[in-house]
């Protein structure tokens, strides 16, 4: 198996531009999550889907943030607008009820500028 | 809610152990985690330790759960430069939304030659 896949691995874009992370989930996993790392935060989780259903948001900052999960393998993290205080790196990560370990992806490094 | 601390910054000498610090507060947790991400990389799990467990040893790593106090520590023997990594500790709950692990801050482990 490839893994969790994200895309893109960086992104750089301007203040109050939409940007649009993507998470391809290891297949047969019914649990995705979004976490945020920041030097000064570590890693927050932002949104958790099950059976592609959000059941925790209450990371999610604002309203600019939101996730999709569409399917069970594709999620989307959407930013709109931007602002340069979102600049972080974000993982996917997925796993499957029963399992004990958690898989992530490479991240997305993200730059608002 | 659930909290997980540890320290933000460890460093040892090449050869020396190292050993990092974790403090959780749910008192259900049944896994207790801890994951290492290289420069660039996403989290990869170290090792895990089941609650009903005191100690386990893997090859140069060895994890300690204290329950009563709600301690977990991972000593790592004849560091190496290679170990230089951040260190993440993880728990899970036993039940509900607790589905997602609660991950402390992360550790910065630098190994000095």
């Known amino acids: 198996d490839a893994g969790v896949i994200q895309s893109p691995r960086h992104e750089v874009t301007e203040m109050g531009q939409e940007v649009t992370l993507r998470c391809k989930p290891i297949?047969?996993?019914?649990?995705l999550f979004w976490y945020r790392q920041t030097m000064m935060r570590g890693l927050e989780l932002l949104i958790y889907f099950n059976n592609n259903v959000p059941i925790d948001d209450s990371g999610m900052p604002e309203d600019r943030f939101s996730a999709k999960m569409p399917n069970a393998s594709f999620s989307t993290l959407k930013i709109q607008p931007s602002e340069p205080r979102d600049s972080a790196v974000y993982f996917c990560a997925s796993n499957r009820d029963g399992n004990t370990e958690a898989f992530f992806g490479q991240g997305t490094r993200l730059t608002v500028v | 809610g659930e909290d997980v601390e540890q320290s933000l910054f460890l460093s040892v000498r090449e050869g020396d152990s190292s050993v990092i610090n974790c403090t959780y507060t749910d008192s259900s947790s049944t896994y207790l985690y801890w994951y290492k991400q290289e420069p660039g990389a996403g989290l990869q799990l170290l090792t895990y330790?089941?609650?009903?467990?005191d100690m386990k040893q893997d090859q140069r790593l060895t994890v300690l759960l204290n329950k009563k106090d709600k301690h977990l520590s991972l000593r790592i023997a004849d560091t190496q430069t290679g170990d230089s990594a951040i260190y993440f500790c993880a728990e899970k709950g036993s039940s509900g939304s607790a589905r997602q692990l609660t991950f402390g801050s992360g550790t910065q482990l630098t190994v000095l030659p």
């Open positions: 330790i089941f609650s009903n467990m």
């Open positions: 297949s047969g996993h019914n649990s």
